[in-house]
C-alpha cells in the first residue's frame, strides 16, 4: 500500500511578491523532474526577470507510483501550478537512460537498439523514449523518461505542446550559449556525476555515473580525467546537488586545483529576491529558458 501524503512543503523557494496569478498568461513555466526532485521556475515576460522559485526534495526510495503520487499532491495543493494559460511551458526531466550519437550516424527505426545497449539491460514498459537534438554540435540525443509521470504532466497542460528534454541537454546548451565551454563540467545529483568535456569547440565527452560514496565518485572522475589527459590545474565547473561543505568537494578539492561554481545563466534576468541563491544548483532549470 502507498504511504499517504498529506502535506509537502517546499526545500528551498524563493518569491517576488509582484508576481501574481494575474501574470501566468505573460508567464514561462519551467519544471525540472528527477527520481529525488521536482522544482519549477517562473520567468516574467512582463518584468523580464525569474520571479519565483520552488524545490522539493523527493525521498528517492519511494516507488515510481509514489513519486507520481507525490507530484500530483504538489500541484494539489499549489496556488497557481496546475493553471493551463502560461505563455510556454518547459519540461526539463532527469533521463533514465541516455545516449549521444553523431547525427550522421542516427537512424531513428533503431532508438530502442541504442537505448538498451547503453543501459546494458532491455527498456521496461514504464520508459518511453524521446530525442533532442544538439544543432550547434550535429549530436542526437536519445533518452528515455518514465511514461507514466511525464504523460501526467503532459495531461496537465493540454493547451500547451510539451516534449521533454534531458536535463544534461539543457546543461550542454546552457554551456555553449553562456560560451564556458572551457575546462571539465561536472555536474552533481545523489549518487550520480556526470562529466562533460569540451574541446577544440566541440563536444569531446559526456558520460554519467552511479556511485555509492564520495570516494567512488572521485575515483570516476580522476579515472576520465586521466584517460582524456587532462591536468588537474585545469579549470572544473561544478553544477547541481554539491556544496563547499560536502565530503565530495573535500576529497576532490584536494587533488582538483581550479575549481569553481557555475553562476546563473548569463543572459537571463533575476529579481533582487534571487542575490543570495547557490546559483549552481539550479543553473540546469534556468537554462531551459533558453531553449524556447
Not at 523580464?48 to 522539493?56: G, K, Q, S, T
Not at 561543505?245 to 534571487?274: D, M, V
Amino acid at each position: 500500500m502507498e504511504a499517504t501524503i498529506t502535506h509537502i512543503s517546499p526545500s528551498f523557494e524563493i518569491k517576488d511578491d509582484r508576481f501574481d496569478v494575474g501574470q501566468i498568461a505573460d508567464s514561462h513555466l519551467m519544471i525540472e523532474v528527477g527520481h529525488d526532485r521536482f522544482r519549477f521556475t517562473v520567468y516574467s515576460s512582463i518584468h523580464h526577470v525569474i520571479m519565483w522559485l520552488e524545490d522539493y526534495h523527493v525521498f528517492s526510495l519511494l516507488t515510481h507510483n509514489q513519486l507520481l503520487s507525490t507530484v500530483k499532491r504538489i500541484y494539489q495543493n499549489h496556488q497557481f501550478l496546475s493553471a493551463n494559460y502560461w505563455k510556454t511551458i518547459r519540461l526539463t526531466v532527469n533521463s533514465n537512460h541516455f545516449t549521444l550519437i553523431p547525427e550522421e550516424y542516427y537512424q531513428s527505426d533503431e532508438v530502442v537498439r541504442y537505448l538498451n545497449f547503453a543501459a546494458g539491460k532491455n527498456l521496461t514498459d514504464q520508459e518511453q523514449i524521446f530525442e533532442f537534438k544538439h544543432t550547434h554540435f550535429g549530436i542526437m540525443n536519445v533518452f528515455s523518461v518514465e511514461k507514466e509521470l511525464v504523460n501526467w504532466i503532459k495531461e496537465m497542460y493540454p493547451a500547451k505542446k510539451i516534449t521533454p528534454i534531458p536535463v544534461i541537454s539543457t546543461l550542454i546548451e546552457g554551456i555553449v550559449k553562456d560560451k564556458t565551454n572551457r575546462g571539465l563540467h561536472l555536474y552533481f545529483e545523489e549518487n550520480y556525476v556526470s562529466l562533460i568535456y569540451f574541446q577544440d569547440d566541440k563536444l569531446h565527452f559526456c558520460n554519467r555515473f552511479q556511485y555509492r560514496t564520495a570516494p567512488d565518485m572521485v575515483y570516476h572522475v580522476l579515472f576520465i580525467m586521466n584517460e582524456l589527459g587532462l591536468e588537474t590545474e585545469m579549470p572544473v565547473v561544478f553544477y547541481g546537488e554539491i556544496t563547499s561543505f560536502s565530503e565530495g568537494y573535500t576529497l576532490l578539492n584536494k587533488t582538483l586545483k581550479n575549481i569553481e561554481f557555475a553562476k546563473n545563466p548569463t543572459k537571463i534576468r533575476f529579481s533582487q529576491y534571487f542575490e543570495q541563491i547557490p546559483e549552481h544548483r539550479y543553473y540546469t532549470l534556468f537554462c531551459s529558458y533558453y531553449l524556447y
